[in-house]
């Protein structure tokens, strides 16, 4: 059906030579299948997929190779059957000439396809299945953006999509893929665009295309027939096809400056992504393959080919008939957007729309700059209605906050305003340096900001901690006060109360000053002591750590060791008042054997030492040295243990004076029993910490989840081990 709407002009536009023509006169070709295909990870604006098979495996024609990283990325299939043989950096179509990681496959010549799952009705699924079916194609734009085209589709949700517009224009000199594929492909193009009617359930439906495609306009038409779409013909103007250009010359809409065409309810798609989408819908097939322009005056028969994804260019330019002798410059895209390859073994990816192989005079080399005249021919060609020369200045300032006032980011990269400048200053060169400056700048000042974040959360979170300590060190001072009150006004009411006739108990002498190693082992008694009441505390906190009470329990018979032995040394002297209350009634102090006393303190010491090499042992299970001091540190346990009970048989104190120290003997297994489960305790505490942390992160904690399962499964192992080597013991 013909066009009844209206249309409207774009300001500015130039209108360069076409060059058309030689590239449409034999039709739409099929390449040649490749031996070799290099598959760039980077095909798309976003994240870098990434790769899910390995070198050596062998793979058929549509299979997953790397998927999706993330919301905006794109999964990479297989364009054809064959063997993974590398993934690494490989050449990659860019105006940089660096390498990208890729992942290379040779064919095997077979072209098998993998299991594919088309959809025979898809008016009866939901558009978010289709959409999520798009985006498991791999499908971005072929435009030349690359964007990823299901993230595109639903970049406004809550916007109702008044007009969906299909870019049939393909205004760029050279180039004719597009115009190409609605020639022989018109079909399938009007069914993909069904697809994205039922998709986004637009008011209506219009189709751009340049009055210098009479033969596409005319399939297009055809395949359309009376279906709720119009075919649009507008003058032909470059840079008409860029997609805010397109947006106003068939609605008569602006796209607000840094907006989207979703902010005002338009949704704009290229002719090959529609192909795309009808492939991956209709026939189940991923995004493989797509229409490619040979072209140039360098090739003998330039024609379109379709060509499949990851295909070196030599391949294609070969089958195009290069003259080798005669290419001077190699441009991938057009001769106004397009950049020069410097590798001819790059492969062609999902947004290669044009090879250009041009020949000296075809493509000279441009001539020197020269000063800007201020004649203005480049503000009147630019069809953002930008100031070309204001920001030509800003941008060899670096004023990188008046080109953002300039709208510099609204520049299409169209190339309108260098075409034109009789200075031949390379305008767009400038505009895409400073963009990449911004940028640049921008993230650092985004990162720097998060740090700050981060650096304020944790400050206040440590303000917060100070605070709460403060808090209740504060409690357990009034507690302490009002207990201390209490013991004195108890005290001062003591002498009131004691029966008449009673005398008054005798002053108790202080006892004599205590010796340096008397000193040491008070000291050590009393950290013993609060060793256990930090312990019981936490206990409080966690009653139901088994582990806390064996610790609480070692503890206790440490600190009951120590008072022991700080008892011995001083003959209890300095045993607290209490007990010295209740000895003023006993006999006389009883003798001490220092030689009893010496063994005892060594037993006590030995044991110490050896409770801290199994801690540390415990937080580091793999440390050679720390197993050789905690072997020889039991063996001087063990000599501690003989030398005591010498001592006691040989000390001339009566057996009722002393107490014989009785110690069960370990045997070395039950030893070695006792440490394999600590140690198993030890490590399954650790991947406990590390899972938790992760999830709290939002990290992936899968890998992390199995070492748990792994170190849970060794515990246990230890666990049971210890328990029936006890119970076989207990049996003898």
């Keep these: 059906m013909k066009s009844a709407i209206r249309i409207w002009d774009i300001p500015g536009g130039i209108h360069p030579e076409e060059h058309k023509h030689e590239s449409t006169q034999r039709g739409l070709e099929p390449a040649p299948l490749p031996k070799t295909l290099i598959l760039p990870l980077q095909q798309h604006i976003g994240a870098r997929a990434e790769p899910v098979v390995q070198v050596g495996d062998k793979v058929l024609k549509g299979q997953l190779l790397a998927e999706a990283n993330g919301v905006v990325s794109c999964p990479l299939h297989a364009p054809t059957s064959g063997t993974i043989t590398a993934i690494g950096p490989a050449p990659y179509p860019h105006a940089s000439g660096l390498a990208e990681l890729a992942i290379t496959l040779e064919a095997d010549g077979l072209d098998q396809w993998t299991t594919l799952a088309p959809i025979s009705d898809y008016r009866t699924l939901d558009p978010a299945l289709l959409l999520e079916m798009i985006r498991q194609a791999g499908i971005s734009g072929l435009g030349g953006a690359g964007f990823p085209t299901a993230v595109k589709l639903k970049a406004r949700p809550e916007q109702k999509t008044q007009t969906l517009i299909i870019n049939g224009t393909e205004c760029e000199p050279y180039i004719t ?111 493989i393959k797509r229409i490619t322009t040979l072209t140039g005056a360098a090739l003998g028969r330039p024609t379109n080919v379709e060509a499949l994804i990851g295909t070196p260019i030599i391949d294609l330019l070969q089958f195009a008939g290069l003259k080798p002798d005669q290419l001077y410059r190699l441009v991938m895209g057009g001769p106004m957007m397009g950049f020069t390859l410097q590798d001819l073994n790059a492969p062609i990816i999902k947004s290669s729309n044009c090879l250009l192989a041009g020949t000296r005079e075809e493509l000279p080399p441009p001539p020197p700059a020269q000063a800007c005249i201020r004649c203005g021919l480049c503000a009147e060609a630019c069809p953002a209605e930008l100031l070309p020369q204001q920001l030509h200045w800003f941008a060899l300032g670096k004023d990188y906050d008046q080109l953002k006032r300039q709208h510099l980011f609204d520049c299409i990269e169209c190339g309108a305003c260098s075409y034109v400048c009789p200075s031949s200053i390379p305008l767009v060169q400038y505009y895409r340096a400073a963009k990449a400056e911004i940028r640049a700048i921008e993230l650092q000042q985004h ?239 650790q991947a406990e910490r590390a899972v938790k942390d992760a999830q709290e992160q939002g990290q992936d904690a899968s890998a992390l989840e199995a070492e748990l399962v792994s170190s849970r499964a060794a515990l246990d192992q230890a666990a049971k081990a210890f328990a029936d080597h006890m119970a076989s013991k207990e049996k003898v």
């Design 447 to 685: 990162r720097a900001e998060h740090s700050k974040q981060r650096f304020e959360q944790r400050q206040a979170r440590l303000q917060r901690e100070a605070e709460q300590k403060e808090l209740e060190r504060q409690a357990r001072a009034e507690k302490a006060a009002r207990l201390k009150a209490a013991k004195e006004a108890e005290a001062a009411q003591a002498p009131k109360q004691a029966p008449a006739g009673t005398e008054a108990p005798a002053p108790v002498a202080k006892p004599a000053g205590l010796s340096d190693e008397q000193k040491q082992l008070k000291i050590a008694a009393a950290t013993a002591q609060m060793a256990v009441k930090k312990a019981n505390k936490q206990l409080a906190a966690n009653p139901d750590n088994e582990e806390l009470k064996a610790q609480i329990a070692e503890l206790e018979k440490a600190a009951l060791e120590a008072q022991a032995a700080f008892e011995a040394a001083t003959g209890g002297a300095a045993a607290p008042p209490a007990v010295r209350a209740e000895a003023s009634d006993k006999p006389a102090r009883k003798p001490v054997d220092e030689n009893l006393k010496k063994a005892k303190l060594d037993l006590a010491m030995a044991r110490a030492a050896v409770k801290k090499l199994e801690r540390e042992l415990t937080a580091t299970p793999d440390s050679d040295e720390l197993q050789q001091q905690l072997a020889q540190a039991r063996t001087t346990l063990q000599e501690a243990e003989k030398a005591l009970h010498a001592a006691e048989d040989a000390s001339p104190i009566p057996p009722p004076e002393r107490e014989r120290v009785e110690k069960r003997p370990v045997d070395e297994a039950t030893r070695q029993l006792k440490t394999d489960l600590a140690m198993a305790k030890a490590v399954f505490k």
């Design 177 to 287: 893929a597009d115009d190409t594929a609605m020639r022989y492909k018109a079909a399938e193009i009007v069914a993909g665009i069904e697809i994205l009617m039922h998709i986004l359930n637009p008011d209506q439906v219009l189709i751009g295309i340049e009055d210098n495609k009479p033969e596409a306009i005319a399939a297009m038409r055809e395949a359309v027939g009376t279906r709720t779409m119009q075919v649009v013909v507008f003058p032909t103007k470059y840079p008409s096809g860029g997609e805010k250009q397109l947006i106003q010359i068939l609605t008569g809409k602006e796209v607000p400056s840094g907006g989207l065409p979703a902010d005002i309810g338009m949704v704009c798609q290229n002719i090959g992504t529609l192909l795309a989408i009808h492939d991956a819908v209709l026939l189940g097939q991923p995004l």
